[in-house]
Nanobody
Framework: QVQLVESGGGLVQAGGSLRLSCAASGSIRSINAMGWYRQAPGKQRELVAT???????NSADSVKGRFTISRDNANNTVYLQMNSLKPEETAVYYC???????????????WGQGTQVTVSS
């Protein structure tokens, strides 16, 4: 099993910044892709940004130039630095990780519990 602990959400004014963190723990051999997604009320969950074990990044066009995803492999943690936030980016932000365990083959996907980001106008 994997435990994912998200932190860093909160209330910020438009134009402000937040940094989200998601730390994975458990019997982890390695983590392949790590990513952030968000879901606003009444909308589908959408990709924000992902980063592979080789640091290849994919991000939504709407966040390019403002959000930065990064990872700390030693601590199994993924970060999302969010700058110039907009009110329409109010949502629950979820991390997702693809984990390879020490005790088995294959990779498994896990979602964090979500952290609320509210951007006021």
């Amino acid at each position: 099993q994997v435990q994912l602990v998200e932190s860093g959400g909160g209330l910020v004014q438009a134009g402000g910044s937040l940094r989200l963190s998601c730390a994975a723990s458990g019997s982890i051999r390695s983590i392949n892709a790590m990513g952030w997604y968000r879901q606003a009320p009444g909308k589908q969950r959408e990709l924000v940004a992902t980063i592979t074990s080789g640091d290849r990044i994919n991000s939504a066009d709407s966040v390019k130039g403002r959000f930065t995803i990064s990872r700390d492999n030693a601590n199994n943690t993924v970060y999302l630095q969010m700058n110039s936030l907009k009110p329409e980016e109010t949502a629950v932000y979820y991390c997702k990780v693809e984990v390879v365990f020490t005790t088995s083959r294959g990779a498994y996907l896990y979602w964090g519990q979500g952290t609320q980001v509210t951007v006021s106008s």
